[in-house]
């Protein structure tokens, strides 16, 4: 995500706001007895001042197209 995120800001000279996905932990972070604590990636997004919106896991309406696409692929 790093690399992706200074190619789209060199290439097209505007700043990632918003990136979105689900719960599903890879992203997030990891279950504790405490709850979800935020890992590597949320603490780079909280660093650079980009907003994490996260969606229900595994809804394909609110996840939009790569929902779907795996969706299709598991279902080949």
């Given at each position: 995500?790093?690399?992706?995120?200074?190619?789209?800001?060199?290439?097209?000279?505007?700043?990632?706001?918003?990136?979105?996905s689900d719960r599903g932990g890879e992203y997030y972070g990891r279950y504790t007895k405490n709850g979800q604590a935020p890992g590597h990636f949320a603490k780079f997004l909280q660093e650079h001042g980009i907003i994490a919106q996260y969606t229900?896991?595994?809804?394909?309406?609110?996840?939009g197209?790569?929902?779907?696409?795996?969706?299709?692929?598991?279902d080949m």
């Amino acid at each position: 995500f790093k690399v992706f995120k200074v190619e789209v800001e060199n290439q097209c000279g505007k700043q990632i706001k918003i990136v979105r996905s689900d719960r599903g932990g890879e992203y997030y972070g990891r279950y504790t007895k405490n709850g979800q604590a935020p890992g590597h990636f949320a603490k780079f997004l909280q660093e650079h001042g980009i907003i994490a919106q996260y969606t229900m896991p595994g809804s394909p309406d609110q996840n939009g197209v790569a929902e779907r696409r795996n969706r299709t692929l598991l279902d080949m």
